[in-house]
């Protein structure tokens, strides 16, 4: 396995009598070099100190080997297989050594041609680049495409958020349905976690009325702060696992959650995100200042958060009272 020498991680593959090694600036590298030799060795292919032959893996085959240690076993890792698997079937699979501009003409052509939003294209190009620039860093791909050229202008879109009576509706109709999962969302409402980490916390990861996600989209952990309605909740969540939404099954949850909205006469565009945007515009719309929203929310960049900064109330007021004067 990968180990620290110096400020260098050493990849390290014993096979028989032969060992093979190599001296990367990161850990992550020195992993995916580590699996390309341990691939190369099950397949009985020459191994060289690049690992794996250029040519011999399609893209499919190398997504899927360097997709544990570039995203792991996320809920944001599950979406991007589903983008990559989109991407292989768009060029049929071809050997990733071979990805040219060409290809991501033909991506984003057909992408547009399956009415994906900008956004959405925008989303699958750089699950698309991170993958190129891996194959690229350890000389699987010779040269990368330059997948800036192909990204789309996104427009700022309407966010959707929950007003006070909206929340009442849905919540009535899920309790009604089944208490825990009105429970579930109205936990979603105010500590503005992502789903996937509202059900991976654990109960160990909540003390003195605070919880710590170690598991997060951007990586870092983040300690946030419980209303007493959230704490209220976790009294009531089963004990006997070691997560406290670990009875919550996420598909049951959406199935039913789909049904309640239709109930509560809310739209198609309230989905379980949305309880994520309720939160940040609650925040923002009493005055809490956009820093201090980015680190609740745990946005890896002020930009993302800015999108919600619109909704600070009495911004502009002091403009007018400027021109009434």
Sequence with gaps: MARQRGKQWQGDVKSGNQRHRKNFATEAEAEL????????????????????????????QYYRRIHPVLWG?????QKVVAQLREIAEIVNDIP????????????????????????????????????LTQAKKTKVLKDKPDISAYRRKEGVGRLRFLTDTEEARLLEKLTFMRPEYGDFTAFLIDSGFRMGEALKF???????????LWLTKGGKPRTIPMTQRCRSILERCPKDTDKPF??????????????????????????PHVMRHT?????????????????????STIAMTMRYSHLAPSDLDVCLDALEQ
């Design 246 to 271: 670990g009875h919550i099954n996420r598909y049951t949850y959406r199935s039913i959650f789909e049904k309640a909205r239709g109930m509560a006469g809310l739209g198609n565009d309230v989905v």
């Design 73 to 77: 076993d996320t809920d944001h890792g």
């Design 96 to 131: 990733v050594s071979m990805f040219t501009d060409q290809h991501l003409e033909t991506i984003v052509s057909e992408l547009k041609q399956r009415r994906n939003a900008d956004g959405t294209i925008n989303r699958k190009l750089a699950a698309l680049s991170k993958v």
């Design 279 to 299: 939160c940040a515009s609650r925040l923002v719309q009493s005055g809490v200042d956009i820093r201090r929203v980015q680190v609740w929310l745990g946005h």
């Design 33 to 60: 070099w580590e699996a390309s030799i341990r691939l190369a060795i099950a397949r009985g292919e020459p191994i060289s100190s690049e690992g794996v032959a250029p040519s011999s893996e399609t893209f499919t």
């Design 202 to 212: 654990t109960w160990a990861d909540y003390s003195d009325g605070k919880v710590t």
